[in-house]
């Protein structure tokens, strides 16, 4: 893992904690175990949407982890470095809407 990773790995934990807490306030009986496999109908579907896009967001992470795990094996081969530099784009995009938090770092590849 990287400290980039990490650090969004934490943000959507946070994220997803929160919207089980929200459902959990909301009535409706929610569990982390369920909450990622199961559709949720609170706001109309807005739960479930939520918790699409952070398990969308932690496999982009996942691929880039695997990527580069791949291009560190086989240094020669220029196409996954090609591939982890593209991924990496990408989970730095995902750092963006955390700009303002303590731990965000500037300096990471935009």
Known sequence: MTVLTDFLLARLAD???????????????????TATHRVLKVDDGLAERVLAEIKAKRRIIERYLSQWEDAKAHPE??????AVLALLGAVSD??????DHDDYTPAWPA
């Open 94 to 99: 995902l750092a963006l809407p955390y700009a």
């Open 15 to 33: 994220e997803e904690k929160a919207l089980i807490d929200y459902c959990r306030g909301a009535a409706v009986p929610v569990t982390l175990a």
């Open 77 to 82: 081969d220029l196409a996954s470095k090609g």
